[in-house]
């Protein structure tokens, strides 16, 4: 049964309160205690992103700031579509390492082809924080999807944040982390011996790959003021002013805290599903649970804001 917004989304939990969305226009049928909703039109009936209007755009990004994570499904939409619906919320931003298509570069086709064992996203991570500004938000897209399998999952950052013991929240608070996209996308990283083209994808390994940043352990949402952790495997290589050892004990804790099950949700994906999540809340993590089968998805990112 879902939920018709009159009274305004109410946040999932763990949350600090959500900017409050326009009252009426969807229906929010959550995913999970912790994060995630289905959205409808209000009513229960599809929501065409094709033409969507300023109104509902507004209750998108507000679900979207309550949620961390939005569904919406029966969708019918090429790379053009994808594009316009994630100008929609922002600037959209290429990929520093993966090729788009030729009609909309910033769109990226994820694709895994039948015989590959190797699929993108397969590991928890936050959308490239190895950028000084990494994406506001993701939208993905689902061409084609295998008969079982390919599932995504999510971890909210907020209730992985607020789950800390208040001496480890402070101490989180006082500390930065260095972040580099070197064991992705480096020379002598993972995505090296995948490098040029793999199925219908570009990887583009770089030595750029290997520079470094800074960005705080605990990051405030610049919409909401509620605070999430900021550290992944992927991209996060040490705590700031630590010994080594020190740097990779905390990380340890950090890592799997912020992933543990009672903070995450799981989408099971159609062909025309969009999801749209937050990175400036969430991790993600593509499952890889498919081999033999195809997987085609059309992504973009919309610019975001140094983390702070």
């Known amino acids: 049964m879902s939920t018709t917004v009159s009274q305004g989304i109410q946040p ?3 949350q600090s309160d959500p900017v409050q969305p326009r009252s009426g226009l969807l229906d929010v049928q959550p995913l999970a205690g912790a994060l995630g909703a289905e959205l409808r039109a209000a009513g229960g009936s599809p929501l065409d992103l094709n033409a969507l209007d300023d109104a509902h755009a507004v209750s998108i990004r507000e679900a979207l700031c309550a949620y961390h994570v939005v569904v919406i499904r029966d969708q019918h939409m090429d790379a053009s579509d994808v594009a316009r619906f994630g100008r929609r919320f922002g600037e959209l931003e290429r990929h520093p390492y993966l090729g788009g298509t030729a009609v909309e570069p910033e769109v990226v086709p994820v694709i895994k ?5 190797v699929n993108f996203g397969g590991g928890w991570h936050s959308e490239m924080s190895f950028l000084e500004c990494p994406p506001m938000a993701t939208a993905l897209y689902a061409v084609e999807v295998p008969s079982f399998g390919g599932d995504t999952l999510f971890a909210n950052q ?5 789950g800390l013991s208040d001496t480890m929240k402070r101490f989180a608070e006082s500390l930065s982390a260095v972040h580099s ?3 992705q996308y480096g020379r002598g990283g993972d995505s090296d011996r995948h490098s040029g083209r793999r199925g219908s994808m570009t990887v583009n390994v770089s030595d750029d790959a290997h520079a470094k940043l800074t960005h705080p352990v605990v990051r405030t949402h610049p919409e909401t003021d509620a605070k999430a952790l900021y550290v992944n495997r992927a991209f996060t290589e040490a705590i700031t002013g630590m010994r080594r050892h ?3 004990a905390l990380l340890e804790m950090l ?8 903070f ?3 989408v099971r994906w159609e062909p025309g599903t969009v999801t749209m999540w937050d990175n400036r ?24 804001d140094r983390p702070r």
């Open 12 to 14: 999932a939990s763990g």
């Open 113 to 117: 082809e039948p015989h590959e064992t």
């Open 158 to 162: 907020q209730a992985a944040y607020l």
């Open 181 to 183: 996209a070197a064991r």
């Open 246 to 248: 020190e740097s990779k």
């Open 255 to 262: 890592w799997s805290h912020a992933v543990d099950e009672q």
């Open 264 to 266: 995450t949700c799981r």
């Open 281 to 304: 809340s969430v991790q993600h993590y593509a499952l890889n649970d498919y081999h033999g089968q195809r997987r085609h998805m059309l992504r973009v990112t919309i610019a975001g």
